[in-house]
C-alpha cells in the first residue's frame, strides 16, 4: 500500500484540513503503517489496529494539543503517534533511544499525560479540565480508557468526583472492544448518539426540566421515565447516577457517526453542560483478520511477517521464570487444596493459564484491581485459604497500603509472586520492576526472596507458599540461565545463603562480592576475575547476618550486586547488618541507578548500568584500583 495521503499529514493541523470525505482513506493507511512499523519493531498491536478511526475523529474534531487527549495505559496510541509528527520515527518504537512504546511528555506536547499503567485516564483528565477552567481558558480535556482499565476503582473514584462539577469540560470515551454491534442495533444506536449529543436534545431537555422544576413530583417522575426508557435502550444509567451524560454505544470504526457526535459533544463541554461520557464500541484487530481472530496473539508480538503471521515459535531451550512458576503453581495446587491463584488482569503475563484450566474453582482474575486484589488474599487467607498473588513487581506498587495494612499487619500468609522484578526490555520505566526489594524490606512479617536461577525460583515458591506469613518471590523477565528444575516441591532454609566461589586473594586484596537473585551469574563471572569470594545471598529479609559476620572476619571489603534501585535495596540491607554489628568495612553498592531506566534492549540496559559482568569488575576495579595487581591483570585490559 502507498501512504500518499499519510504522508500529506505532519500534525493534527494537516488532519483538520482534508475533507471529512477522505478521513476513511486515511484510516486505511495508518492502519495499514501500524501494522507494517509493528511487525518490524514489535510492540503492541491488537488495541492500536482498534482504535484508528478513534484516533482521526479526535484529532479531526479536536482542537489538540490545546484540547488534551489522555489514552489510559497508552498501549493503543501508537496512531496518534503516527499522526502527531512521529510518523518518521516508529520504525525506532520501543528501541534504545528511540520512541516509547506508551504517551510520554517529554516526547510531545500532544502526549498530554505520561501513562502506561491502567485506569489513570479520568483522573489526569478531570485535573487538566479543572485547571483550564479555573485559569479561564477554554479548553476541554479527554479520557479515553478501555472497557478493562474500567474494571479499576480508580477510575470510578474519578467519576465520582468529577460528577460534582457540573460545568467542567471533560469528555471520557469508553472504548468497548469487548464485543461488537450487530448491524440491526449499529444503525439505531448511531441515530441515538446523535440525537442524544445533539443540541435539540440538550436543549429540549434543559426546557422541559425548567418548566417541570415548578412541580418537583412530576420531575422527579420524569427523570426516572427517562432514565428506565433510556437504560432499555443504552446502558446509560449507572454512568448518569455518577452525573454524567451518557451517549451511545455508537461504532468505533464508523467515522460517518463518530465526528458528528464527537463534533456536538464538543460543542455540550464549551456550552458548560457538564461531564459528557460516550461509549463506543471497536473491535481489538480492526482490519487485519488475523489480529481479529486472536487479539490475545496479537497484542504484543515481536516482530513477524504480516503475509504470513505470527508463526509458533520453537520451544525455548530455558524455560522462562513466568513458566516455572506457572508449572510450580499447578504442581503445588494439586498437593494442597488450600491453594488458591489470584491474579489482576494478568492470567497469561503471569503464566496462569493450566492454572485457570486445571483449577478453574480455585482461580480468581478480579481485573484491573490490584488493591483489591492484595486485601481479597487477605480475606481468603483469614479463612485458611493459602493464596498466591501472581503479580508484576511494578503493579505491586499500586497496593502498597493493603500489602501493608491487610496483609502485613495481620501477618497473613499471602504469597506474592512477583514477576518482570527488575528492568523489562521494551517497555521501559513504567514496567520496570525497579523498586520491590527497598518498598518490601521495610514492612515488617515481610519474607523477600530472590531467586538466583529456575530451580532455585521454584525452592524459593515453595519456601514462600510453607511459610506462616506474607512473603514474596521476585524474578526476572524472560528465561533463566538455564538450570535444571527438580520436581520436588522442596523448600530453603529461611535466611541463609551460599558460598558459590571462594577467593583466595592474599589479606589486603580480599573481596566478597553479595550478589542478590539475577545478578549472581555475572558475579561469578566477576569474582572469576577478580579472584573474589562470591556469594548467592538468596535472602533479602531475613539477610544471613552470620554469613556477613563470617566473612567479615577473613575479607577486606564487601560489594552487593542486585537488579533493584541502589537507594533503601539489597545493598542497603547488608550496611544496615554490619553497623548493626559495629563491623567497620568498605561497602560497595551496586544495583539500578537513581533515575529511571529506559527501553531497549534488556542486555544493553543493564550494561549500561554497569550490571553486566564486565561492567561489576570495572566498578569494583574503579573503587579500589590496587585489585588489578592481585589477579595480575591490568586495569584497562578488563574494563568495560
Sequence with gaps: ????????????????????????ALADQLRQFVLESVSQTGGHLSSNLGTVELTIALHYVFNT???RVVWDVGHQSYPHKILTGRRERMHTLRQLDGISGFPRRSESEYDTFGTAHSSTSISAALGMALGAKTKGEDRVAIAVIGDGAMTAGMAFEAMNNAGVYRDVPLLVILNDNDMSISPPVGALNRYLARLMSGRFYAATK????????VAPPVLEFAKRFEEHAKGMLVPATMFEEFGFNYIGPIDGHDLES?????????ELAHAGRGPQFLHVVTRKGQGYKLAEADPVLYHGPGKFD?????????????????????????DMAAADARLVGITPAMREGSGMVEFERRFPDRYYDVGIAEQHAVTFAGGLA???????????STFLQRAYDQLIHDVALQNLPVLFALDRAGLVGADGATHAGAYDIAYLRCIPNMLIMT?????ECRQMLTTGFRHDGPASVRYPRGAGPGVAVDAALSALPVGKGEVRRTGHAPAGQRTAILAFGSMLHPALAAGEALDATVVNMRFVKPLDVELLRTLAADHDRFVTVEEGCVMGGAGSACLEALAAMDIAL??????????????????????QCGLDAKGIEASIRKAWPTLAAASGVAPSSRSA
Excluded at 500500500?1 to 470525505?21: G, H, Q, V
Aim: hydrophobic share 35%; with cysteine.
Design 382 to 392: 483469614c479463612e485458611g485459604m493459602k493464596p498466591v498473588v501472581a503479580i508484576y
Design 1 to 24: 500500500m502507498t501512504y500518499e495521503l499519510l504522508n500529506t499529514i505532519d500534525s493534527p493541523s494537516d488532519l483538520r484540513k482534508l475533507d471529512r470525505r477522505q478521513l476513511p
Design 206 to 213: 434543559k426546557g422541559i426540566e425548567k418548566v417541570l422544576s
Design 586 to 607: 568498605p561497602v560497595l553498592q551496586l544495583g539500578l541507578p537513581d533515575r529511571f531506566v529506559d527501553h531497549g534492549d534488556p542486555a544493553l540496559l543493564l550494561a
Design 65 to 67: 494539543p490545546e484540547d
Design 306 to 330: 504480516p503475509a504470513e503471521g505470527i508463526r509458533p515459535a520453537a520451544k525455548p531451550s530455558r524455560p522462562a521464570y513466568t513458566k516455572v512458576f506457572g508449572d510450580w503453581l499447578c
Design 258 to 266: 463518530l465526528v458528528p457526535t464527537l463534533q456536538n459533544i464538543r
Design 451 to 455: 531467586p538466583a536461577d529456575e530451580n
